[in-house]
């Protein structure tokens, strides 16, 4: 990750002013793009590398700029509204028309919203303290451990026979919680682990999944249940930002080293 995006991804993480305008999905907007419409987009600004809150105060990283890229081939203005990661599923269709927060693809989500196309494939890495004796999956076995509510770091913690699970609403106060000695460890994507481990680096080591025999997931973004329309404009976008270098250019600007 550059530099610059590193400061602001490490930035206050704060609660961003709601952009106006929300509704079904690709609601009419007077001040919208070439399509005379608008696409609400949830996010959750407190998970970088792909979602943070920027200098300027408003949400910043991969996600952000892959879906305002998105609107901008499908023809739509894109609004982003920041809220908590555990509210966005519900909310698609109604406070916002689709949603895009490293959010991974799961059958119990599918059975409340469709999914585009993946754009991204992550793992669940491990946060300890230095001198941590947890280095494998039965290490975890009784520990009390940090998680993100509704992430899938919290259902994988959930299985654990004897955790003690704690779920916040930002994955940085699980890491200071972790810090604080009040939780074991935290389980979080690879790479807002990594982003917390550069900036805790004198207290924190940063475990690989593979240590834990954590199964590669899927980012995607979340749709409203049955809209074929819109799901096709989405994944159409997508596919050709990938075949045009914008896709790899974001990924080179905001998560690789």
Known sequence: MKKNILAAALAAMVTVTALAGCGSAASDSGNSGSTGKTLTVGTNAAFPPFEYVGDDGNPD?????????????????VQIQDMEFDSLVSSIGNKIDVAIAGMTVTEERKNMVDFSEPYYEAVQNVLVAKGSDIATAADLEGKKIGVQLGTTGEFIADEIPGAEVSAYNKAVDAVNDLNNGRVDCVI????PAEVFGAQFSDKVDVLGGEQFDFE???YAIALPKGDTELAEKINSALKELKADGTYDSLVSKYIEE
């Open 61 to 77: 990283g991969f996600d952000i700029a892959l879906i305002k890229a998105i609107g901008e081939k499908a023809g739509y203005e």
């Open 188 to 191: 979080v994507d690879k790479n």
């Open 216 to 218: 590669p997931e899927n």
